[in-house]
């Protein structure tokens, strides 16, 4: 008995380790077109211009938001003791709508905007739209910096972050250089109307506009969808990304998910018992996301029926919006009339909801859940990077991964921090803080560099 037991248990250890070696190979990158067309029709000759642009909320389009606003029919009220716990309070979201039709001042809010220089250029058939802010010094490094955001955002999440790092600081012998992009069919970028416009292919996008801008080498700053983009761009462009730097850090190779499993046996053996909690025990953590990731599989699934209704009104438009960028910044606060929306400026809120209305992107930008997920991205997914990487960790991110999880991606993870407070939408919350962090990710990674030379 006691033999056939030994045989089990070694048969046992011999397919674990098996299986384990096989979650840890490296596929092979597959074949990327680097210059595939996105534009409306066949491929032609590309526009390679670079044009000045300015943010105009024309007044028909304020007039008619301010009409189906004011007549929206009246809202359903909350179960009694219910605060945000089923979704906006539309008692709190009654006031913001009042707001948004009486106070809100959409004319100064655009020159607010275009107070940062912005361009548009055409990439591979789309108008992409972009701030470049170059800094006014002289005697210190410039590093050119990518600043890519996610949904349901734009290139309006950088705009307090922007002046903090293009401006010289004691300590540091750089500055930044910045280019934060729209996102194809996000913010002012033009949308597809083709197939397939995954993070990976936004990628490329993105890699091809810094060539256009004249940097065949560059650093990258990201969250949300852009993280994921950028960690595409990190992978399959190792070469010409310089360092990479997060503030929702994640690797999605099935090994790390794996381990992420097994440490739920031992958490405070694998995570920092201060951080412990973030992640386990596991079935807080699946129950949270069951909780909150419902609008993640419409859209990964249907997005263009949500769409119709987010696209003809505004009012909905903005609880579905609002709710999401509330639990994003404190999901703790769901028993509060704004659901976490107090952790962040109305005006700021207000700017997103009044660009995603002016520029009709709510389709375009939710598709990008249901592109995200190609045979090809998971491959890449599975793929580790070599570029020297950098991350944040604010409180209430929507994930978190440990250190040792994000080195099975990032084998260069040079500089980790992890903060106590803020949230997912930090270039707006907390842009001190991220600035900070930035500055003190690019010398890690500019030390490594150093090291390697």
Same mark, same amino acid.
């Given at each position: 008995?006691?033999?056939?037991?030994?045989?089990?248990?070694?048969?046992?250890?011999?397919?674990?380790?098996?299986?384990?070696?096989?979650?840890?190979?490296?596929?092979?990158?597959?074949?990327?077109?680097?210059?595939?067309?996105? &534009?409306?029709?066949?491929?032609?000759?590309?526009? !390679?211009?670079?044009?000045?642009?300015?943010?105009?909320? *024309?007044? !028909?389009?304020? /007039?008619?938001?301010?009409?189906?606003?004011?007549?929206?029919?009246?809202?359903?009220?909350?179960?009694?003791?219910?605060?945000?716990? +089923?979704?906006?309070?539309?008692?709190?979201?009654?006031?913001?709508?009042?707001?948004? %039709?009486?106070?809100?001042?959409?004319?100064?809010?655009?020159? *607010?905007?275009?107070?940062?220089?912005?361009?548009?250029?055409?990439?591979?058939?789309?108008?992409?739209?972009?701030?470049?802010?170059?800094?006014?010094?002289?005697?210190?490094?410039?590093?050119?910096?990518?600043?890519?955001?996610?949904?349901?955002?734009?290139?309006?999440?950088?705009?307090?972050?922007?002046?903090?790092?293009?401006?010289?600081?004691?300590?540091?012998?750089?500055?930044?250089?910045?280019?934060? /992009?729209?996102?194809?069919?996000?913010?002012?970028?033009?949308?597809?109307?083709?197939?397939?416009?995954?993070?990976?292919?936004?990628?490329?996008?993105?890699?091809? =506009?810094?060539?256009?801008?004249?940097?065949?080498?560059?650093?990258?700053?990201?969250?949300?969808?852009?993280?994921?983009?950028? $960690?595409?761009?990190? $992978?399959?462009?190792?070469?010409?990304?310089? &360092?990479?730097?997060?503030?929702?850090?994640?690797?999605?190779?099935?090994?790390?998910?794996?381990?992420?499993?097994?440490? @739920?046996?031992?958490?405070?053996?694998?995570?920092?018992?201060?951080? /412990?909690?973030?992640?386990?025990?596991?079935?807080? +953590?699946?129950?949270?996301?069951?909780?909150?990731?419902?609008?993640?599989?419409?859209?990964? !699934?249907?997005?263009?029926?949500?769409?119709?209704?987010?696209?003809?009104?505004?009012? &909905?438009?903005?609880?579905?919006?609002?709710?999401?960028?509330?639990?994003?910044?404190?999901?703790?606060?769901?028993?509060?009339?704004?659901?976490?929306?107090?952790?962040?400026?109305?005006?700021?809120?207000?700017?997103?909801?009044?660009?995603?209305? *002016?520029?009709?992107?709510?389709?375009? @930008?939710?598709?990008?859940?249901?592109?995200?997920?190609?045979?090809?991205?998971?491959?890449? #997914? *599975?793929?580790?990077?070599?570029?020297?990487?950098?991350?944040?960790?604010?409180? +209430?991110?929507? %994930?978190?991964?440990?250190?040792?999880?994000?080195?099975?991606?990032?084998?260069?993870?040079?500089?980790?921090?992890?903060? #106590?407070?803020?949230?997912?939408?930090?270039? =707006?919350?907390?842009?001190?803080?991220?600035?900070?962090?930035?500055?003190?990710?690019?010398?890690?990674i500019l030390e490594f560099h150093k090291k390697e030379t």
């Open positions: 008995m006691l033999k056939v037991l030994t045989i089990i248990v070694a048969l046992i250890a011999i397919a674990s380790y098996g299986f384990i070696s096989y979650l840890q190979q490296t596929p092979e990158l597959p074949k990327i077109d680097y210059d595939r067309w996105w &534009g409306n029709g066949p491929k032609v000759a590309e526009d !390679t211009a670079v044009r000045p642009f300015k943010i105009e909320f *024309n007044d !028909t389009m304020i /007039a008619d938001l301010k009409s189906r606003l004011k007549n929206r029919r009246p809202l359903t009220k909350p179960l009694e003791g219910i605060k945000s716990e +089923y979704g906006i309070n539309t008692i709190y979201l009654e006031k913001v709508l009042n707001y948004w %039709v009486e106070k809100y001042d959409f004319k100064e809010r655009a020159n *607010n905007l275009n107070q940062l220089p912005r361009y548009k250029t055409r990439i591979q058939g789309l108008d992409i739209h972009f701030i470049r802010m170059k800094p006014k010094v002289q005697g210190v490094k410039t590093l050119p910096l990518l600043m890519l955001h996610g949904w349901p955002s734009s290139s309006k999440e950088f705009q307090k972050v922007i002046p903090l790092l293009t401006t010289p600081r004691t300590g540091h012998d750089f500055v930044f250089e910045v280019i934060a /992009a729209d996102l194809p069919g996000y913010g002012f970028s033009e949308g597809t109307n083709k197939p397939g416009l995954s993070a990976l292919h936004i990628g490329v996008i993105m890699r091809n =506009l810094m060539r256009r801008l004249g940097y065949n080498q560059f650093y990258i700053q990201a969250g949300d969808w852009g993280s994921n983009v950028a $960690t595409h761009m990190v $992978t399959v462009f190792p070469d010409e990304i310089l &360092g990479f730097h997060t503030n929702m850090p994640m690797s999605a190779r099935p090994y790390s998910y794996l381990k992420l499993f097994l440490g @739920s046996f031992v958490p405070t053996f694998v995570v920092d018992p201060k951080h /412990a909690h973030r992640i386990y025990p596991l079935s807080n +953590y699946i129950s949270y996301i069951l909780r909150e990731s419902g609008y993640f599989h419409i859209q990964a !699934t249907k997005p263009d029926t949500i769409g119709v209704g987010l696209t003809d009104s505004p009012a &909905g438009m903005a609880a579905y919006v609002m709710e999401k960028i509330g639990v994003c910044t404190n999901r703790d606060q769901t028993n509060t009339d704004h659901g976490g929306l107090a952790g962040l400026e109305l005006e700021d809120v207000l700017d997103t909801l009044t660009i995603i209305w *002016n520029n009709n992107c709510i389709v375009t @930008s939710s598709r990008l859940y249901a592109e995200g997920f190609s045979k090809e991205t998971k491959i890449i #997914d *599975n793929i580790p990077t070599k570029v020297p990487t950098a991350a944040v960790n604010f409180r +209430y991110e929507v %994930v978190y991964h440990p250190d040792w999880m994000l080195r099975d991606k990032f084998h260069n993870l040079v500089h980790s921090t992890i903060h #106590d407070f803020g949230g997912h939408f930090a270039g =707006l919350q907390t842009p001190k803080e991220l600035a900070d962090d930035i500055f003190l990710g690019m010398t890690a």
